[in-house]
C-alpha cells in the first residue's frame, strides 16, 4: 500500500537522504561527479527542509511524501510561481523524487496527481536538459516547451528546461486520481488523520 501524507518537519531528514540519493543515481551522467559524490546531510540542509515544510502552513506551498511499508521513499513539494515564470502560470513543480528502489511503481504518479488535484490549475515545472526523466513527464501529461533556462550546480552551469502541465487533462492522469482529492475522501470518510491512502 501507498500513503500519501502531508510531509512533517521530522521528515526533513529523510527528505534530505532522498533528494541526495536520486540525484546521484539520476544524475550521474549530467552533472559534474565531484558535486555529486560531496552531497551530505548537514544540520542546516536539514534545517532548509524543515522551513519548506513550515513554509506550508503561511504561504501556498504544498508538501507531501509517500510512504511505503510505513517508510518515507519519496516526496513532492509545489506552490506558487517562482522565477523564472512561464506563461503567467501561477503554480510550479519544485522537487519531486522518490528514491531509485522504489520508482516505477507508481508513486510518482500519486504524488503528482496529488498535487495536480490539489492545485487544480495548470502549472510549470524545471528539469534538466537530457535527463531521462523527460519521458515520464510525457506520461504524467506535461508538455515540453521551448523555454530553457541556465541553473548553476557547484561551480557549473546546467540548461533547465520548462514542461507544462494542463489540468484539462488530469482524468488520464490517473484514473483512481478522486483519491487524491482530499475534499473527495473526506466526504468519503476515508481521509483520516491529514494522510490520504491510496492504494
Ligand atoms: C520522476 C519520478 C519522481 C517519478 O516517480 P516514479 O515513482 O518512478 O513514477 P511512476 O512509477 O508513477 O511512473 C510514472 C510514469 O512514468 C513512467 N516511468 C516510470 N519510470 C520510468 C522510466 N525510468 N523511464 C520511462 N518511463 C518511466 C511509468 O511508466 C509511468 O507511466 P505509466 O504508468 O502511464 O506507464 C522519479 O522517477 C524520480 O525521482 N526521478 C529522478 C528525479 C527527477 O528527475 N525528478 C524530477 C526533477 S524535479
Excluded at 33 to 57: A, P, V
Excluded at 113 to 126: E, Q
Aim: charged content about 25%; overall charge positive.
Amino acid at each position: 500500500m501507498i500513503k500519501i501524507r502531508p510531509a512533517l518537519t521530522n521528515d526533513a531528514k529523510k527528505i534530505a537522504y532522498i533528494k541526495n540519493t536520486t540525484w546521484k543515481d539520476t544524475y550521474k551522467n549530467l552533472i559534474d561527479s565531484f558535486y555529486l559524490d560531496n552531497l551530505e546531510i548537514s544540520q542546516e540542509i536539514i534545517n532548509k527542509w524543515k522551513n519548506r515544510i513550515l513554509d506550508t502552513k503561511s504561504n501556498q506551498t504544498y508538501f507531501w511524501v509517500a510512504l511505503k511499508s510505513n517508510q518515507v521513499v519519496g516526496f513532492l513539494w509545489g506552490g506558487g510561481a517562482r522565477d523564472p515564470k512561464i506563461e503567467k502560470l501561477k503554480y510550479e513543480l519544485y522537487a519531486f523524487y522518490v528514491l531509485p528502489k522504489y520508482q516505477h511503481q507508481g508513486i510518482g504518479k500519486k504524488l503528482f496527481s496529488t498535487f495536480a488535484n490539489n492545485i487544480k490549475k495548470d502549472f510549470f515545472l524545471w528539469m534538466l536538459k537530457d535527463n531521462m526523466s523527460e519521458l515520464i513527464y510525457e506520461k504524467l501529461k506535461c508538455q515540453k516547451t521551448n523555454y530553457e533556462n541556465l541553473i548553476d550546480i557547484g561551480n557549473k552551469q546546467y540548461k533547465e528546461i520548462a514542461f507544462i502541465y494542463k489540468h484539462k487533462n488530469i482524468n488520464q492522469l490517473d484514473p483512481n486520481c478522486a483519491f487524491c482529492d482530499p475534499s473527495v475522501i473526506e466526504k468519503q470518510g476515508i481521509y483520516k488523520n491529514g494522510s490520504v491512502v491510496v492504494t
